[in-house]
């Protein structure tokens, strides 16, 4: 059995170190495990190949690929993989949810924090050299805290799982939307379906996105969901950039409509220097670097090396995305 690696992203170029290739292949005997450097290997590679490890299938190359039969995403995010081709056949789809089950909850709160606080108006103060405690203290919302505060997470994959948990931990009174709205969440005093979007959205001091793109959560952030939202609450989103209506946001922050926002996902990456974005005092901006962790390549590794003795032994897979949906059943938002 041939497995292709193929880990390159525009910002990222991995490749699966030999040490990692040879214990794979001592592990699984019959095993072949190539580790693809460069795009044009590509197509050679996979001609014969039953498994490929990736960040996404090229399109291009999947009709061609008549072996194969189980793609594994090392991200989360599967989307660039659903094209019709690959949804309409029998090949199986994998993610590495779970992958940012500590990074994204801690980037999230450190945002919550960073808007609480004031720090983006601090940092501000700061490059200007100058001296100014009630800039801090009035610019916007007053400073606020977490503990006591209600937070509404939108997605209860593994990271808003997680983030429920640690939110909790804060003091902070936690609901959560998810598909399934029978299903209970550590840490969360309620769960919704998504039909009580907008009555969780009046509820909530912050409101974190994250979901998994889908056609039923594109736009789901959009001016009637910021209407519903307090004029004190604030949104994050760590999910993808098309969960936003950037025009209904740009105007919301403009407006006062709500307090502020943190935003790590958009619609088009990089971000234009002509955004709007990058003007708005009350908007945080990181880009995209929620999911990155000195630990990223290991904790995929482990993901797929998991997987892998799973398909061998014919075992069912972890994190088998539902192509129809969009996402990983278990990861059922």
């Not at 709500?258 to 908007?283: K, M, Q, T, V, Y």
Request: charged fraction near 20%.
């Amino acid at each position: 059995m041939k497995v292709v690696t193929f880990f390159h992203m525009k910002e990222v170029r991995w490749g699966l170190p030999d040490s990692d290739r040879a214990r794979l292949e001592t592990r699984f005997p019959g095993v072949h495990v190539v580790s693809v450097d460069e795009a044009a290997e590509l197509p050679a590679a996979l001609a014969d190949a039953e498994v490929f490890a990736c960040f996404h299938l090229p399109r291009e190359h999947f009709a061609a690929a008549k072996r194969l039969r189980w793609v594994h995403s090392a991200s989360a995010g599967i989307e660039a993989n659903l094209f019709p081709e690959l949804v309409a056949s029998d090949v199986i789809l994998t993610n590495s949810a779970g992958l940012h089950a500590v990074s994204i909850p801690e980037h999230v709160l450190g945002q919550m924090l960073v808007l609480a606080r004031n720090f983006h108006e601090a940092l501000r103060l700061q490059a200007r050299g100058e001296w100014n405690r009630f800039g801090v203290i009035s610019f916007g919302a007053t400073i606020t805290e977490l503990q006591g505060s209600t937070l509404a997470i939108l997605g209860a994959g593994a990271i808003g799982s997680n983030l429920a948990r640690r939110a909790a931990a804060l003091g902070m009174h936690v609901r959560v939307m998810r598909r399934d709205a029978s299903r209970s969440i550590d840490g969360a005093e309620a769960v919704v379906a998504p039909s009580a979007l907008h009555e969780l959205l009046a509820w909530a001091d912050w409101v974190v996105c994250a979901l998994p793109l889908t056609s039923e959560t594109r736009g789901i952030i959009d001016a009637a969901a910021l209407r519903a939202m307090r004029s004190s609450a604030f949104l994050i989103n760590i999910g993808r950039g098309e969960h936003v209506d950037d025009a209904a946001l740009v105007q919301a922050l403009r407006n006062g409509a709500i307090a502020g926002a943190a935003l790590d996902a958009f619609r088009a990456e990089p971000l234009p220097a002509d955004h709007p974005f990058w003007s708005l005092p009350n908007l945080v901006l990181t880009p995209h670097i929620s999911g990155y962790t000195p630990r990223y390549f290991e904790k995929m590794l482990a993901i797929f090396e998991d997987n892998l003795d799973r398909y061998v032994n014919g075992r069912p897979l972890r994190n088998v995305v539902d192509k129809h949906l969009g996402y990983a059943r278990q990861e059922d938002q």
